[in-house]
Structure formats: structure tokens, C-alpha cells
């Protein structure tokens, strides 16, 4: 069965740093997501995105936040200075319409 | 602002017995509901979905209800299996058409004792 891939499982970064996740979404999927779950908390929405534009985001996606989808299979998730509070699993989604099929996420650890 | 709750943190559930989950929600515009799974280490798993137009879908041994006037829904599991045990996931969205965020709960931890 197909499903969404994301890499790297972990990653630790330095406060302050770029990092920038990956996720395959599955082939024929056109809207994809990023969602986030800071640990013990639930799992909140970022930002959708479809037809190669950001079709919703939440307030959580400010501007230290972007995302791109720079080739025909991958979609990115970009933080451009990490704060300690960044630090949370973060899940790739994607759909036709729903539901959603999840990526087993990056888990992001701040230092 | 919990637009969706999910009351119990956890339940225990003995192999065989049916587990019912429980989840709220506030917001009226909500038209469509999902249970996700989630494994340790592992993404959330669709497991099953209504629609506001129905009260009631059933899949195998999950059976999702559905009571619009109380904002209510559960999710039933008969019979219960070990391999049950699992972070199960309510959600919800506005609307069956892609691209609109989901709304989840916090999740409640079933343990389902053999």
C-alpha cells in the first residue's frame, strides 16, 4: 500500500539554525499538509497546500516558517531559526480529498 | 480553545470486551469526523470516518456513531484484540473536500489486556 515517507526520523539542531524537513507524499495525492505534536500536547495543524500554493496555514505558521514542493514527489517544511519551542514531532500528510494519510514523522530536537 | 475533547486520557479493556472511545466537539460547522491510530514511533493511521448526514458507519469490527444534536461521537471496538492497543485519535473538518485542516483531540491510550 502506498504511503507518505519522511526523513530524517531525527533531527537535532542547534538553536538558531535552518532545518528542513522531508516528505514524499503519495504519488497521486494533491493536496498535501504539515501538521506538528509538541510532546503531550496534540497534534496541531500548520499549513495546507495545493495546485504548488499554501492554501491555508495556521498561527502557528509565521514567517519563520515556509514550505515548497521543488521537484514532482517531494514537499518540504522549512524553519529558518529554530526556537526551543520548535521541538516536536512533525507529521507530513497527504490526500485526494479525506482522509489524510499520515507520514510517521520527523521527530525535531532542539538544542 | 479544544474544539474537539477527548475526556478520557486512558482506558483498559479486557481482550474480547468492546471498547467505546469517546470524543466532543464545539464547533457546529464540523461535517466530517475521523478516528486515527497511532502506534509509538509511527504516524497516525486512518482507521475510520462518518459524515454529518449519517449517524452510524461500520467497518469490520469498528463501528463509529455519530449523535449531531449532543456533538458526540464513539467509536466502538468488538471484539477488542491485544493488537488494539494503541493512541486513538478523533478528528474533525470542515468539510469531505481536500485541503481542509483536521481538527484533532488529544487522544485516549487504550490498553487492551489479553
Known amino acids: 500500500e502506498p504511503e507518505v515517507t519522511q526523513t530524517p526520523s531525527h533531527q537535532v539542531t542547534q538553536m538558531g539554525q535552518e532545518v528542513i524537513l522531508r516528505c514524499v507524499p503519495i504519488?497521486?495525492?494533491?493536496?498535501f499538509y504539515w501538521y506538528r505534536q509538541i510532546l503531550g500536547q496534540k497534534v496541531e495543524f500548520l499549513v495546507s497546500?495545493?495546485?504548488?500554493?499554501?492554501?491555508?496555514k495556521s498561527e502557528i505558521f509565521d514567517d519563520q516558517f515556509s514550505v515548497e514542493r521543488p521537484d514532482g514527489s517531494n514537499f518540504t517544511l522549512k524553519i529558518r531559526s529554530t526556537k526551543l519551542e520548535d521541538s516536536a514531532m512533525y507529521f507530513c500528510?497527504?490526500?485526494?480529498?479525506?482522509?489524510?494519510?499520515f507520514g510517521d514523522g520527523t521527530r525535531l530536537s532542539i538544542l | 480553545d479544544q474544539q474537539v475533547k477527548q475526556n478520557s486520557p486512558s482506558l483498559s479493556v479486557q481482550e474480547g470486551r468492546i471498547s467505546i472511545l469517546n470524543c466532543d466537539y464545539t464547533?457546529?460547522?464540523?461535517?466530517?469526523f475521523l478516528w486515527y491510530k497511532k502506534y509509538p514511533a509511527e504516524g497516525p493511521t486512518f482507521l475510520i470516518s462518518?459524515?454529518?448526514?449519517?449517524d452510524k458507519n461500520e467497518d469490520g469490527r469498528f463501528t463509529v456513531f455519530l449523535n449531531k444534536s449532543a456533538k458526540h461521537l464513539s467509536l466502538h471496538i468488538v471484539p477488542s484484540q491485544p493488537g488494539d492497543s494503541a493512541v486513538y485519535f478523533c478528528?474533525?473538518?470542515?468539510?469531505?473536500?481536500?485541503?481542509?485542516?483536521?481538527?484533532f483531540g488529544k487522544g485516549t491510550r487504550l490498553s487492551v489486556i489479553a
Open positions: 500528510a497527504s490526500s485526494t480529498g479525506q482522509p489524510q494519510h
Open positions: 504519488s497521486n495525492h494533491l493536496y
Open positions: 497546500f495545493y495546485n504548488n500554493e499554501i492554501s491555508e
Open positions: 464547533n457546529s460547522m464540523f461535517d466530517y
Open positions: 462518518i459524515s454529518s448526514i449519517k
Open positions: 478528528a474533525a473538518s470542515g468539510y469531505l473536500s481536500g485541503n481542509t485542516p483536521l481538527v
